[in-house]
C-alpha cells in the first residue's frame, strides 16, 4: 500500500508538518509503537560466505568501493553503517526512479520508483564486500519483507541491492542463493538486485537523523536496536564513533 507523506508512519516525525498534523500523528504513532504487537526488527545471525559465492570474482583493488543499499527507512539503515568500521562515507537517498522525482514528498508517495537507499563508500582493505552484505541482511533490515519495513510500507521502503560492477551483482546473487539454501530466514529473500542509474542525496534534515534524534520514539524503537545488534553480534566491525555527513 503506497503512502503519501501524511500518513506514513515514519514521516509524522519529519519536519514541515503543521503543528495540528504533529499532535495528531504522536498520538497515533505513540498507540502503534506501545502496542504489544509493536516489535523492533530482529537480528539474524548468518553464515559467512561459502568459497563459491567469491569464486571467480576478480577482488577490488581501489582504495574505495562503493554500493547503494535500500531496505525500509533510510534513517536506519544510514545509522548502522555510520556505526561500521571501515565505511567511509554514509548517504541517506534515493535510488531506482528520475532525478526529476527525487523528492522527499515525491518519493513518499510510493509512485516514483525510488527507494529510499543509503549510498555506502567503503574502503575494502578493511571492510569487504561480503562482510558488508553480512550486515545489510543480518542487523540493518528484513531481507524477506516485500515493499515493506515494519512499520513502514510501500514500494519506497523495499529492500535493493544497486550495485556498481559485475562482482558486485555475482557476490550478491550468490550469497542471497546461499542464505536461501541454508533457509536461515523463516521466508524467502525478496531483496532485488539491480543496477545502479543514479543515486540522488536526500533532504539535509534527513542526514544523520539517528545520531541527531535519538530521543525520536521512531528511532529509539527501530533504528537504535539495530545499532545494538551490530555491536553484539560483530563487535568487530562495530566503530563506537559514527562517520558523519557533514554540513
Given at each position: 500500500m503506497n503512502q503519501s507523506p501524511s500518513t506514513s508512519a515514519r514521516s509524522r516525525f519529519a519536519p514541515?508538518?503543521?503543528?495540528?498534523?504533529?499532535?495528531?500523528?504522536?498520538?497515533?504513532?505513540?498507540?502503534?509503537?506501545?502496542?504489544?504487537?509493536?516489535?523492533?526488527?530482529?537480528?539474524?545471525?548468518?553464515?559467512?560466505?561459502?568459497?563459491?559465492?567469491?569464486?571467480?570474482?576478480?577482488?577490488?583493488?581501489?582504495?574505495?568501493?562503493?554500493?547503494?543499499?535500500?531496505?525500509?527507512?533510510?534513517w536506519g539503515i544510514q545509522a548502522v553503517f555510520q556505526h561500521t568500521q571501515g565505511v567511509l562515507s554514509a548517504v541517506s537517498g534515493y535510488a531506482g526512479g528520475q532525478s526529476s522525482e527525487a523528492d522527499y514528498e515525491k518519493v513518499s508517495t510510493g509512485g516514483t520508483g525510488h527507494a529510499e537507499a543509503v549510498q555506502v563508500v567503503f574502503d575494502p582493505k578493511k571492510l569487504s564486500y561480503t562482510q558488508l552484505l553480512q550486515i545489510y541482511f543480518s542487523v540493518a533490515h528484513d531481507p524477506t519483507q516485500l515493499n515493506r519495513q515494519y512499520p513502514d510500507t510501500g514500494t519506497q521502503y523495499r529492500s535493493a541491492v544497486f550495485y556498481q560492477g559485475g562482482s558486485q551483482k555475482l557476490i550478491t546473487e550468490r550469497y542471497i542463493a546461499q542464505l536461501d539454501a541454508a533457509k536461515v530466514f523463516p521466508a524467502k529473500i525478496v531483496t532485488q538486485v539491480s543496477p545502479l542509474q543514479g543515486f540522488y542525496p536526500a533532504e539535509k534534515y534527513h542526514q544523520n537523523y539517528a545520531t541527531l534524534h535519538p530521543e525520536s520514539s521512531y528511532i529509539a524503537r527501530f533504528d537504535l536496536p539495530k545499532i545494538d545488534h551490530l555491536k553484539t553480534m560483530m563487535p568487530a566491525l562495530y566503530r563506537a564513533q559514527p562517520v558523519l555527513v557533514q554540513p
Open positions: 514541515g508538518q503543521v503543528t495540528v498534523m504533529l499532535l495528531i500523528a504522536a498520538a497515533v504513532a505513540a498507540t502503534l509503537y506501545l502496542s504489544p504487537k509493536a516489535a523492533a526488527e530482529k537480528a539474524v545471525a548468518l553464515p559467512a560466505p561459502s568459497p563459491d559465492v567469491l569464486a571467480g570474482v576478480v577482488p577490488a583493488t581501489g582504495p574505495t568501493e562503493t554500493v547503494v543499499l535500500a531496505g525500509g527507512c533510510f
